[in-house]
């Protein structure tokens, strides 16, 4: 029904940017809420930033607010995560999911991409 599909992980020096695209397609593209969660070695998925989609209202996890930027393109079909200012705890697996309403709570998501790694090196 709806396919996300990340790009634009790779390995960059600590203090440096990096850019994460998320294609959302589908049939029936239903979603209203789309988010950036990432998981690092030993440790539980955690919320990174979300979009709403019909309006753009945004929200950060703090450990990222302020460092890192979550937008849509005009069509709300690409989410895009403009990460600057990378420390090596940035570190993780970024996933990208939809679902139908803005949650921080990954149960809440019910469609997820195939995720692509992010290696801050220091």
């Known amino acids: 029904q709806v396919r996300l599909v990340e790009s634009g992980g790779g390995v960059v020096q600590a203090g440096g940017s990096l850019r994460l695209s998320c294609a959302a397609s589908?049939?029936?593209?239903?979603?209203?809420?789309m988010a950036w969660f990432r998981q690092a070695p030993g440790k539980e998925r955690e919320f990174v930033s979300r979009i709403r989609l019909n309006g753009g209202s945004t929200d950060y996890a703090e450990s990222v607010k302020g460092r890192f930027t979550i937008s849509r393109d005009n069509a709300e079909n690409t989410v895009y995560l403009q990460m600057g200012a990378l420390r090596p705890e940035d570190t993780a697996i970024y996933y990208c999911a939809a679902g139908p309403f803005s949650s921080p709570q990954h149960r809440h998501y019910n469609y997820w991409g195939q995720g692509t790694q992010v290696t801050v090196s220091s």
């Open positions: 589908g049939r029936n593209f239903m979603t209203s809420v």
